[in-house]
């Protein structure tokens, strides 16, 4: 495996403990809490913080950079601690997931006052109430917005073949997926979905242990769980349970042991609570273009290879809206549409947005202030949500409503918008209607603070508000009626937490109200350095009043919420329905914005072998040069076979940065983001639907796996000869160089022969070994073409243009030069050259040995010394007067004439 798992079998366990007599209290429950969640590190919670304890106090404090102390012994040494602020708990938490950690939520599930009740030494009673992993974030703040934050469960099947399910969600909003796959697609699969967090068998890990699973460069924390939690039959049962009137006879055994694992972890993750995953869609094989984890990573389709957004296909094209369109848009993307007519259907959507500028506008500017319904609604379904996520869902239900009315405005609609706008339109108005009554505009995140339901929804609470408003006035009178019973004009009512409501006085005037008649109505209560306090009957019953009314208004809104809570996952299914709706909306109108933008066309897709592109860019790096002011160099690319036979192969030659790279990867990209059903960076484009992708670009090994270069270049090649068909594109760069001349040669020429032979894909074969163009000679389908150069004063100009033909040389000294390799070794390496090209063919070997390598190195040239360029490095023109520059002109043409006399 490419990573350490995590198996919560052994856990950071705690020091062993001692015998229960020799345990405080709270360590024997420490000890319990800690023995029922091995694997985790455990927030315990005390008072206003959460507290870490032995082994898991030292992994926090160097994870999270805060102070290790100490409190007690354990076993005669000193226990560990570190603590985190209840308030603050969100932000350590995303340091420690994101480190790698899991975390046990321990809560306090009783008030101390409770506890005391049951003795002097009687502990708070204390429960985990969640377990918090990579895989099972829902909060905003610990989620990528523009991102799906996935949970993936692989199981494997043993009867006779080992079959492999793969199921994944996104906790955050519900969605399920699962597809059933072969050992050569699991990592492939992974590499796709980009998981956070995988769950298998420990038995499956033992037996794919030297398998790489993930992907290079993956993310993915790996968590082993017992086999038995990956037992089909119990996954079946686990599937009636969650989903209403789901058959799990529609699933095969690997499908319902990888789902009934997922949904088990989930269940396990919210401690008991509801299971908000929508039921699960199966993806077939087939209905998607294939692209292997090598793939992604050559033609950096969601990041690039360094693991940035910035420089991705993704980020070039994303002009979504929405967080949830972007995260439609990104796995759209990873898996394009291989289905002629599904591709074609979301082309019309896109045609109706390029077609209607102001149409597009109007829903683009609906769209900008549209939240993200199916996260706020999981939230509420896990009982985290509050006001502000019912505030969410109103003005998403608002949004969505307009938007389903402003394309029912357009004529002509394509049936995929006339269903969205339908779908919009069913959104539960009456709904929104009933929340933008009720909740305010800029409610707490907590029910519990109160002052969120808008004044005049409830008169019961109206009534209560009221009262504690009026009593606010008549303590306020009080006040006044004291100060002048008493002649005291400084004195004041006034409230804190401990002594509640209470009248203060300055200190030299508390002997007045401790004497006759005063004493007879007020009570002392505290003295203060510069002032005395008391209390009033009177007093205490208006603050009771006040308490109460605060009370109870406070209860009428969290029995609000609560209803309004309900009412909003009654509508569940309506919601989810609107979000797609939304997200689908945002994408389509993105892709259309785009396509207008930046001169992108409608491609057309059908079932046959063309791959036929007209003035063909690169959507990254024209999108870089664009930024400088400079423009993209297009080129054509036609690859379409006969119709039976297979596709083209073209032979790219050319030297080092004359754009055989960015060629190949454009016209792989330009087929992703067709079958994506967007339109692409060409003049016109023909593409038969690609079943998969190859694209082999790029030197780089895999040192963790112990494959040098030349093995990741073979490895990946024999993937693609042992998979490609005819209906793929292939692209490959550079096949054989990992090696000695003869044997690079050998294999890249058995390569060529096997693409079009056996595979007969459509494929461009960019080499530096020019004794490949012969084959254009022997293989019907193949053709030469190389990228233009010009020489210009000893020169190499790159003009990026694809022209028919074979290249003479690579011009690689040339390149050389660009690079900044020093003179002398220039000049060596064209002596060597020249020397080499002389030599008839195969007769490298005498050649080389009768070449004077070391013994007669021409020594380095000698640079004549020129006073007039000395003089000038010397000069700091900041730090010249006026008058100094003019003196240093004479001086500069005295020495150059000077110069010339000699």
């Not at 709706?581 to 259309?592: M, Q, R």
Request: proline share 5%; with cysteine.
């Amino acid at each position: 495996m490419d990573q350490a798992p995590y198996d919560p079998a052994p856990g950071q366990a705690a020091s062993k403990p001692a015998p229960e007599a020799a345990l405080t209290p709270m360590m024997a429950q420490f000890f319990e809490i800690k023995s029922i969640n091995p694997g985790f590190l455990l927030f315990y919670r005390m008072g206003d913080f959460y507290e870490l304890f032995f082994e898991d106090a030292e992994i926090a404090s160097q994870t999270l950079g805060i102070v290790l102390t100490k409190r007690g012994k354990h076993l005669d040494n000193d226990i560990p601690m570190c603590g985190v602020p209840v308030h603050a708990a969100q932000d350590y938490l995303k340091k420690l997931i994101a480190a790698g950690h899991r975390v046990a939520i321990c809560e306090q599930m009783e008030d101390p006052a409770e506890a005391k009740k049951r003795g002097s030494k009687s502990v708070v009673k204390r429960d985990v109430v969640r377990l918090v992993t990579p895989g099972t974030l829902t909060e905003d703040d610990l989620l990528p917005a523009r991102a799906n934050n996935f949970l993936a469960s692989l199981a494997m099947i043993r009867h006779g073949e080992t079959d492999f399910a793969l199921a994944w969600t996104d906790i955050s909003t519900g969605e399920t997926w699962v597809s059933d796959l072969d050992g050569e697609g699991v990592s492939d699969a992974l590499g796709r979905i980009a998981p956070a967090e995988v769950i298998m068998a420990k038995t499956a890990h033992e037996m794919l242990s030297g398998q790489p699973l993930l992907p290079p460069g993956s993310k993915a924390h790996l968590t082993l769980l017992d086999s038995d939690s990956f037992d089909s039959e119990l996954g079946a049962d686990r599937l009636r349970q969650s989903f209403e009137g789901i058959d799990p006879s529609a699933f095969t055994r690997a499908g319902r042991a990888a789902i009934g694992a997922l949904i088990a972890y989930v269940t396990e993750a919210q401690k008991g609570g509801a299971v908000a995953l929508r039921a699960p869609v199966t993806e077939t094989s087939g209905k998607l273009m294939a692209i292997d984890a090598a793939t992604r990573s050559s033609l950096e389709i969601l990041v690039t290879n360094r693991g940035e957004a910035k420089g991705s296909l993704r980020h070039a094209i994303d002009q979504t809206l929405t967080s949830a369109g972007s995260r439609l848009l990104a796995r759209r993307l990873a898996a394009p549409l291989a289905d002629a007519e599904q591709i074609n259907a979301r082309l019309d959507m896109v045609t109706t947005c390029v077609d209607n500028s102001q149409f597009t506008s109007r829903l683009r500017q609906a769209l900008r202030t549209v939240p993200d319904i199916t996260r706020a609604l999981t939230r509420l379904a896990l009982d985290r949500g509050g006001p502000r996520d019912l505030v969410s869902i109103g003005n998403a239900i608002a949004g969505a409503k307009a938007l389903g009315a402003l394309i029912r405005q357009q004529t002509d609609l394509p049936e995929g918008l006339q269903t969205l706008a339908d779908t919009l339109a069913s959104a539960p108005g009456e709904l929104a209607d009933e929340l933008g009554r009720a909740i305010g505009d800029e409610p707490p995140n907590l029910a519990r603070d109160g002052g969120f339901v808008r004044p005049g929804y409830d008169a019961a609470l109206d009534r209560e508000r009221a009262l504690a408003t009026e009593s606010r006035g008549v303590i306020a009178e009080l006040q006044a009626r004291l100060a002048g019973e008493t002649d005291i004009k400084s004195l004041k009512i006034k409230h804190n937490n401990v002594l509640g409501y209470f009248v203060e006085v300055p200190a030299n005037f508390g002997a007045r109200l401790l004497a006759e008649p005063f004493n007879a109505s007020f009570i002392h209560r505290q003295t203060m350095a510069n002032a005395m306090r008391f209390t009033t009957s009177e007093l205490a019953e208006l603050a009771g009043a006040i308490a109460h009314a605060h009370q109870a208004a406070l209860e009428i809104e969290i029995g609000i919420f609560a209803r309004l809570h309900q009412a909003v996952l009654a509508e569940t299914d309506r919601l989810r329905d609107a979000a797609d709706a939304l997200a689908e909306v945002d994408v389509t109108t993105a892709l259309g914005n785009l396509a207008a933008e930046r001169a992108y066309c409608r491609p057309v897709i059908d079932n046959s072998l063309a791959f036929r592109i007209e003035g063909g860019r690169h959507p990254v790096v024209e999108q870089t040069l664009a930024a400088n002011g400079e423009s993209f160099v297009v080129n054509d690319c036609d690859l379409s076979g006969p119709e039976g036979e297979g596709g083209q192969l073209w032979l790219v030659t050319g030297p080092n940065m004359g754009g055989k790279s960015t060629f190949l990867r454009q016209n792989a990209l330009i087929a992703i983001l067709a079958q994506t059903g967007g339109y692409v960076p060409a003049r016109a484009a023909h593409i038969g639907v690609v079943d998969r992708v190859f694209s082999r670009v790029g030197a780089s090994d895999d040192i963790a796996h112990g494959r040098s270069t030349f093995m990741v270049e073979m490895v990946e090649t024999a993937a693609i000869l042992n998979r490609a068909t005819r209906k793929s594109l292939v692209v490959l760069d550079e096949i054989g160089r990992g090696t000695s001349t003869f044997d690079g040669l050998s294999i890249a020429w058995a390569t060529a022969e096997a693409l079009h032979e056996a595979n007969a894909s459509r494929a461009l074969f960019a080499t530096h070994l020019h004794e490949l163009t012969a084959l254009s000679k022997t293989l019907s389908r193949t053709s030469n073409h190389t990228m233009k150069v010009r020489e210009w004063q000893g020169k190499v100009v790159f003009l990026h243009e694809v022209a028919d033909g074979a290249a003479d040389r690579s011009y690689g000294i040339q390149v050389a030069r660009l690079a900044g390799l020093p003179e002398a070794v220039l000049v060596r390496a064209r002596d060597v050259l020249t020397h080499l090209e002389q030599q008839p063919s195969g007769a490298a070997g005498p050649a080389l040995d009768d070449l004077p390598l070391f013994t007669h190195r021409p020594a380095p040239p000698q640079i004549a010394a020129d006073p007039l360029a000395d003089m000038i490095d010397t000069i700091r023109p900041d730090e010249l007067t006026p008058r100094q520059a003019i003196d240093l002109i004479y001086q500069l043409k005295k020495v150059r004439d000077d110069n010339s006399h000699h």
